[in-house]
T-cell receptor, first 115, second 115 residues
Framework: AQSVAQPEDQVNVAEGNPLTVKCTYS??????LFWYVQYPNRGLQFLLK??????LVKGSYGFEAEFNKSQTSFHLKKPSALVSDSALYFC?????????????FGKGTTLSVSS | GAVVSQHPSWVICKSGTSVKIECRSL??????MFWYRQFPKQSLMLMAT?????????EQGVEKDKFLINHASLTLSTLTVTSAHPEDSSFYIC???????????FGSGTRLTVV
């Protein structure tokens, strides 16, 4: 079975500081990995995905994530946080070989950036 | 990019009535649509997968007679919450996948409040 773990319910960081939102996953095969951001009462906005290739993936709004197969992790990072980055962040996974199936989401991490 | 239009964005209904939520793919043919439910500050829980022209596949624990899913065309999938009760109050989100770039697109969500 596929699963995603986001061990932190909330991450607090000061504006201008680097941020990391953690994600680990479990799939039987190779993973497709995604990060999404959600603002209150809104749908999900795509940030980035890892399908194959370079382990460091760069996405929208200055975010990036590094795929680490040995640690089964896909942590989201940003060098300098903005107050506007405050939102709910979801990591999601799908097994590469299960085409046409839904993404499985982690529980979400609330990012709070203080000015 | 791919666009999924979800309506209504919010709805308030009385207990015992039924509510229909629509998801339309505006610029591509969505053979598969996924329906999620999200409780406040919690993760997205997959409810069902609908395939155009066939019966939906429901996740364990989801009542198929309560959450009716119809995917009659390649551009429209609907979720009907029948005989709604206050515990059905939630945020419902649809999603589909463009197989050409492995991306998943999400509707903007529907906030259902049953009073």
């Amino acid at each position: 079975a596929q699963s995603v773990a986001q061990p932190e319910d909330q991450v607090n960081v000061a504006e201008g500081n680097p941020l990391t939102v953690k994600c680990t996953y479990s799939v039987s095969g190779n993973p497709y990995l995604f990060w999404y951001v959600q603002y209150p009462n809104r749908g999900l906005q795509f940030l980035l995905k890892y399908i194959t290739g370079d382990n460091l993936v760069k996405g929208s709004y200055g975010f990036e994530a590094e795929f680490n197969k040995s640690q089964t992790s896909f942590h989201l990072k940003k060098p300098s946080a903005l107050v506007s980055d405050s939102a709910l962040y979801f990591c999601a996974v799908r097994d590469m070989h299960q085409a046409g199936t839904a993404l499985i989401f982690g529980k979400g991490t609330t990012l709070s950036v203080s000015s | 990019g791919a666009v999924v239009s979800q309506h209504p964005s919010w709805v308030i209904c009385k207990s015992g009535t039924s509510v229909k939520i629509e998801c339309r793919s505006l610029d591509f043919q969505a053979t598969t649509m996924f329906w999620y439910r999200q409780f406040p500050k919690q993760s997205l829980m997959l409810m069902a997968t609908s395939n155009e022209g066939s019966k939906a596949t429901y996740e364990q624990g989801v009542e198929k007679d309560k959450f009716l899913i119809n995917h009659a065309s390649l551009t429209l999938s609907t979720l009907t919450v029948t005989s709604a009760h206050p515990e059905d109050s939630s945020f419902y989100i649809c999603s589909t996948q463009r197989t050409t770039n492995y991306g998943y697109t999400f509707g903007s969500g529907t906030r259902l409040t049953v009073v």
